[in-house]
């Protein structure tokens, strides 16, 4: 019989109740960590390998809520020898979006409106309003809306809704999936405005702090040409995005380290964040990609020997790139982040991929 994925979410639950308080600051602890002598002696070859090949991040797999690998390498600087750590952040990119349908999720939960209505309620008189498009469609990228990137040329947020509001829709795909960070910056947007304050203040509160991340923050919070602080791409990070803006706002300005990024994802789980009735509309499949099923800001497929797998992935065209692999029915979490490439023009898979897949077959080839 079919489970829903309401029970599944349910059974997932490392023993956090519905009815509970979210977590705060106060009761945050490290993960246990349980050591897996054989999984890292099988993960090991394939960091060092990547490491040899320019990789510089970290790699992190939790399973049943235990943190059993978790290793950083490289240098932070191309130039310096300054060692990536476990606090060393990393831009995801558009895992940012998986962060920003959280942030949704929990606005709608905290009154301030509903995922189906128009996102007329918070932007009147906008052509994308009177076309109906609603929270739920901008979440799934289903409003016929691109990625023009215009709001990364405004620095005022009704600025940018006003010129993510002229841009072109494509008719033929409202309703269905059209990738779109457009979507997302108005998105970021539309939070500002519900809440009246600072998008960067809302992740921080609404998620970094109950899901107890010590080592996350946002592009416009720190000095991004610090190696120090955070990880350095292939290329420099552009001059035109160092300032704050609304195209690096919601949709891709998350830095965070792979120890938290894998965090996240058990504390979304644990019902830290949100409520399970919103889990639920948040992982529900919306359309066809094709790197499986859209849901709000991620992406759902099928594993053989591992059943439902949930990613959030990232990339820029400077190095950085991420990805969250969670593998809903073996409740493994798998994360790697770098801002090492391979660089586009060689061809050479994203090291995100290259090491994501051999992990996946490493954990199930005997499941």
Known sequence: MKRTLASVAAALLLGACASEPPVVAAECAAPVRKSEPALAAAIDPLVDSAFDRGFAGGVVVIRDGDLVYSRVVGSASPTENIPVTDETL????????YFTAALVMKAAEEGKFSIRDSIGVLAPGTRLAARGVSFADLLSHQSGLGSTYVAER?????SAIAAIDKTEIDEERVGGFRYSNDGYDL???LLERAYGRPYEELLKEKIFEPACLAHASHWSLVDVMDPHTVGQPLKPFPESLRSRNYGMMAAAGLLISAKDLAAYQQALME???VSQASLEKMFAPRGDTSIGKATFGAFLSEVDGAGRRLS????????????????LDKNVIVAVVTSRGPAEETGEPMFRNELSEAIEAILFETD
């Open 90 to 97: 990393f831009q995801v990119s558009s895992i940012a979006k």
């Open 154 to 158: 405004e620095t005022n947020r009704d």
């Open 187 to 189: 998105l970021g947007a």
């Open 271 to 273: 019902d830290k964040i």
């Open 312 to 327: 959030a992935l990232g990339s820029e065209d400077w190095g950085d790139n991420a990805a969250m692999h969670h593998y």
